[in-house]
């Protein structure tokens, strides 16, 4: 963003993103990061259950004026625990998920060709964008 703007920001966001949770996975064994929404950019990052059941739940949560909860640690089988953390919209992500008029054209066109399913506009800001998820193997935290 800094460097180049957003249409630099999003072919990093593309070309980065995937690779480079992926590869913060594999460098240390047991651990695998990843984030996800209940309206997602792109679709590798989709919710699965648990996911899901999280996001309603803080979702309607925040809509009944509760708030969100600063975190969740979720048990997902006898071997892996779940770590959940909220991801909220601020002002400069509404360069990139904000509503079709306030993209800037040429932006709008990256992201139209880069994600054809996008369905991660429209945000305000406070809106709860989504979670941080990362998933630990019981042995490192025993
Ligand atoms: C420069 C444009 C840009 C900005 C600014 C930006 N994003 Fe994104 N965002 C993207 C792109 C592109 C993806 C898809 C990345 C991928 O392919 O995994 C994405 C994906 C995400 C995802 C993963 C879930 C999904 O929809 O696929 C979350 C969560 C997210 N952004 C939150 C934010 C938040 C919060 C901010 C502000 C702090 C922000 N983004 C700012 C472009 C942007």
Same mark, same amino acid.
């Given at each position: 963003m800094a460097n180049g703007g957003p249409m630099e920001?999003?072919?990093?966001?593309?070309?980065?993103?995937?690779?480079?949770?992926?590869?913060?996975?594999?460098k240390r064994e047991g651990i695998a990061i990843g984030?996800?929404? &209940? #309206?997602?950019?792109?679709?590798?990052?989709? @919710?699965?259950?648990?996911?899901?059941?999280?996001?309603?739940?803080?979702?309607?949560s925040k809509d009944e004026g509760q708030g969100i909860p600063d975190f969740e640690v979720v048990r997902l089988d006898q071997e892996t625990v779940r770590f959940y953390k909220p991801i909220v919209l601020q002002e400069v992500c509404l360069n990139c998920h904000g509503s079709n008029e306030?993209?800037?054209?040429? &932006? #709008?066109?990256?992201?139209?060709?880069?994600? @054809?399913?996008d369905q991660a506009r429209d945000y305000q800001v406070g809106d709860l964008r989504g979670v941080f998820r990362v998933d630990m193997d019981r042995d490192l935290i025993d």
């Open positions: 920001a999003v072919k990093v966001c593309k070309n980065v993103a995937q690779p480079l949770t992926e590869s913060v996975s594999a984030r996800t929404s &209940l #309206k997602v950019r792109n679709p590798k990052n989709k @919710p699965d259950e648990t996911d899901r059941k999280i996001l309603e739940s803080w979702q309607s306030k993209l800037k054209p040429e &932006l #709008k066109t990256l992201l139209d060709e880069c994600y @054809p399913a």
